[in-house]
């Protein structure tokens, strides 16, 4: 079966299924008795086996048998979870993201078949779990002779492989037959694809080879080929006195032949593949140079005894199937919901077609005003069909985040300081390709907060601090922007030291330095090769650090900033913009103009009375609920004409920027609309105006920079 | 000789230019910079956007800027009639910008011989002109896309 069409959704699918077993692992540790857990880490790794063993990634299949056997003794109570399992078990996942990521770059699994770890899990079942685990710890990266030795096995079965004539089982007893035979020579037929009458062709061919000889093997049997039981191509093995060549010509005499692959065989071939028979290399579907197939052809593995396709040449076997093409197609999850509304979307267009193109086969001639009535449903359908879409376009940052309490789950045991990774908001979305290219630098400094960050066990006892350090990562969307909050607990960062360190480097006169604002010391972190760190660890410290965070955020047009209080900790925050973004707005009305105002910038709305208005410095304020609130006459800010009103109430937006209210009057609300953000073109550089939006009915509106305005 | 043929070719070839009425003279532009030419519709005002900019609209679901080409070049303010057309034209950086005309009045082609640089006399620092071109009796004053598009007040 050609499985290669599959491969897009196996990798999806696995990604998904090792992210679950990682998050469940994970839990498990810290509730090694939940059983609901367990079922849970049962199920994915029996999904993952199952898929892996469809595609004929047979590698990968055994390990994850072995783990599932590993989660049944669990599940029986028969194996207690302990760390030393957790880490084993840890280990297998990124061997079989590994396996993964071979998989995606050339299609195939690739030749590691890490016994070391397979011997790992069933050692640990063996042990009942009991000791074992320190050593367990130790790196199980050393499958060296194993995984070599398993390659070049594989490279030998390989280069064996050769046309599929070459695999026709051949029993033992026949082969001392085929030894009596004067010349044998070993066929393999492809037939055309849309041929209709397989079988009837390969009667055709055996009646055309009969000729000649006699037919010794075949490949499949010769019931299954009368029955049609074969995909494209059959194999047989021909005893005969004649020449090649005359036999080829009769064959490709038959009509919706595609190929003939024909060279002389021996027996002992036969005898050989006899012993290898009991290891069966399971390779995708590749298009191997035939020897006399003109066009290479595709050859679907034939019969079950034989699973492999042609595989490359001898020469070719050692380096393990270079000429897959590498598998780089993205896919991306999307919410039914969403493509429910786009689906909605595309019927009321087709509607919308159907309606316009009755109207012009109907009377010949178009009514204008029913015609412009239809223009317009058809621009709002496409307007909305373009929200849909880009709104297909937003993830959750989930994606990116949800592998960080892993890594700083092994960074805790490698760096011995007790921690965890708290997180909030991975539900906030932001575009795809935003998502995509957060994960590097936010896991940078993670890292940054685990390694330099949190204290040593003894040091956080000294400074009464809970031993166990605290990481966190907050999410959330501000305004047009989302902010992504990354700190810790820890030490805080040592501006005096940054500043000595900022001197010996010759960054700045030791003059200089006693003037230096905090936040200035703490820029310089962010220069290129500026390092912290007393010594270099794998985990960071080779100062190509914060620089490659700071210029990744400012490629997606962000910005980080860093506030550090010493002995309490730091936080970075990364703020994003969401240009592509859809936010949610408040729709407000002044004279006949229409504004958007960020939902998320609004802390309330409230009717005052105009005799509520004090002054404070001459300026306009109100006092509500015991805070101070300047008022903003939006309509004097946006250049209108005074208002003659009589009204005595007036409505007030009240929004906050950081941590200053404003309140900003206005006319009307209209109401709460989620909006699409467009940019103003060379208007852009408005002060505040953040952008514009196309409302339901196309009229355009524009959204209130509050951030300018407060 | 052949190279010779060649040169008279090119030196012929003609532009074609949008010929339009501002006032009461007639603007050629530029074909090659035109995306598309529409009807006036609702523009929406820009809070503290340049005065010449008389807002953006909705074209096809994009915003576009549009721009009052008598504001610019401090003519008396526009008059929207039925002929009023607003211009779409295509900027370097890929978006796009609109010029509001009183109206389109033919494609023309012109040859770099049918054009001459406007005389010093005529020439005033603020000028969108790079050259005058001939059509019969009738003068075109070819603008320059650039310096209309840049955001350098006049002055």
Redesign the interface.
């Known amino acids: 079966m050609d499985v290669s069409q599959y491969l897009d959704i196996f990798i999806d699918e696995t990604s998904g299924h090792i992210q679950s077993l990682s998050d469940n692992i994970m839990e498990l540790e810290k509730e090694p008795d939940n059983k609901d857990v367990v079922n849970e880490i049962f199920r994915a790794a029996h999904s993952l086996k199952g898929m892996a063993g469809t595609m004929g990634f047979k590698k990968m299949q055994h390990l994850t048998h072995d783990m599932e056997n590993v989660f049944q003794e669990v599940r029986n109570d028969n194996v207690k979870v302990n760390s030393a399992l957790i880490d084993i078990l840890f280990k297998c996942l990124d061997a079989i993201e590994n396996y993964l990521e071979t998989v995606k770059a050339t299609s195939n699994e690739g030749d590691e078949d890490n016994e070391a770890l397979i011997k790992l899990l069933n050692d640990y079942l063996a042990g009942g779990g009991g000791e074992g685990g320190g050593e367990a710890a130790a790196p199980a990266e050393a499958p060296a002779e194993g995984g070599e030795s398993g390659g070049e096995a594989a490279a030998s079965d390989d280069s064996a492989d050769g046309p599929l004539y070459k695999k026709i089982p051949v029993d033992p007893e026949l082969c001392e037959k085929l030894k009596g035979e004067k010349q044998l020579y070993g066929f393999t037929i492809h037939i055309s694809k849309d041929c209709l009458l397989k079988a009837a062709r390969a009667f055709l061919v055996f009646k055309a080879v009969e000729d000649f000889g006699q037919i010794m093997a075949f490949n499949p049997s010769s019931g299954d080929i009368e029955d049609e039981k074969f995909e494209f191509d059959f194999s047989f093995i021909l005893s005969t006195e004649s020449e090649l060549d005359p036999i080829i010509e009769a064959i490709k005499t038959v009509s919706e032949i595609e190929s003939v692959e024909a060279d002389k065989v021996t027996p002992e071939m036969y005898e050989k593949k006899e012993e290898e028979a009991p290891a069966p290399e399971a390779a995708p579907a590749a298009a191997a140079p035939a020897p006399e197939a003109a066009p290479a052809t595709p050859a679907p593995a034939a019969a079950p005894a034989a699973p492999a396709a042609p595989a490359a040449k001898a020469g070719a076997g050692k380096t393990n199937q270079p000429a897959n093409k590498p598998v780089t197609s993205r896919t991306i999850r999307v919410d039914i919901e969403k493509l429910d509304a786009l689906m909605n979307q595309v019927s009321e267009l087709i509607i919308a077609k159907n309606s316009l193109a009755s109207q012009s086969n109907g009377s010949g001639e178009i009514d204008s005003q029913t015609l412009h009535e239809n223009i317009e449903y058809l621009e709002r359908i496409t307007t909305n069909l373009h929200e849909s879409v880009m709104k297909v376009r937003m993830v959750p940052i989930e994606s990116v985040v949800a592998k960080f309490p892993r890594m700083i789950r092994d960074l805790d045991r490698k760096l011995n300081k007790p921690m965890e990774l708290v997180m909030t908001g991975e539900d906030t979305e932001l575009d795809r390709t935003v998502v995509d290219q957060l994960g590097d630098p936010l896991q940078h400094l993670l890292r940054n907060s685990a390694d330099h960050g949190i204290e040593s066990p003894e040091d956080r006892r000294a400074a009464g601090k809970p031993e166990k350090g605290t990481i966190f990562l907050n999410a959330f969307q501000e305004g047009n922007n989302v902010i992504i909050e990354v700190g810790d607990d820890g030490g805080g960062i040592n501006t005096d030291k940054v500043r000595d360190k900022a001197v010996e480097r010759g960054l700045v006169t030791p003059e200089e330095a006693e003037n230096l604002t905090q936040k200035e010391i703490i820029d310089f972190l962010f220069m290129p090769s500026f390092s912290m760190a007393k010594q270099i660890t794998d985990i960071s410290g080779r100062g190509v650090g914060l620089d490659v965070v700071k210029s990744n955020i400012e490629a997606l047009g962000g910005d980080v900033t860093v506030k550090s209080v010493m002995g309490e900790g730091s936080t970075f925050t990364v703020r994003l913009p969401l240009t592509l973004a859809i936010i949610q707005a408040l729709m407000v009305e002044i004279r006949d103009e229409k504004y958007a105002i960020a939902l998320a910038s609004i802390m309330n709305i409230e009717n005052i009375p105009k005799s509520e208005i004090k002054y404070v410095e001459s300026k306009e304020v109100i006092h509500l609920r015991g805070q101070v609130i300047p008022l903003i006459h939006l309509d004097k800010l946006l250049d209108f004409e005074p208002k003659e009103d009589t009204e005595d109430t007036m409505t007030v937006v009240i929004c906050k920027k950081g941590d200053t209210l404003g309140g900003i009057i206005v006319d009307n609300l209209i109401g709460q609309l989620e909006i699409v953000i467009k940019s103003l073109g060379k208007l852009d550089n408005n002060k505040l105006i953040s952008g514009a939006t196309i409302l339901g009915d196309g009229e355009i509106a524009m959204i209130l920079d509050v951030n300018a305005v407060i | 000789m052949s190279d010779l043929a060649m040169y008279d070719v090119v030196e012929k070839e003609k532009k074609q230019y949008i010929v339009v009425k501002i006032g009461g003279e007639h603007y050629g532009i530029d074909i090659s910079y035109i995306d598309n030419i529409v009807r006036l519709s609702?523009i929406?005002?820009?809070?503290?956007?340049p005065l010449y900019?008389r807002g953006?609209?909705?074209l096809?679901?994009?915003?576009?800027?549009v721009m009052s080409l008598r504001r610019r070049m401090d003519l008396d303010d526009d008059e929207f009639t039925d002929s009023s057309r607003i211009i779409i034209l295509k900027?370097d950086g890929g978006?796009?910008?609109g010029v509001i005309v009183d109206e389109v009045k033919e494609v023309l082609s012109l040859s770099e011989d049918d054009i001459e640089a406007p005389s010093s006399t005529l020439k005033s620092k603020n000028s969108f002109i790079n050259g005058v071109g001939k059509n019969g009796d009738e003068l075109i004053s070819i603008f320059e896309i650039s310096s209309i598009?840049g955001?350098n007040e006049a002055s």
């Open positions: 609702k929406t005002r820009v809070p503290k956007a900019y953006v609209i909705n096809r679901g994009e915003v576009v800027p900027l978006g796009l910008m598009i955001d």
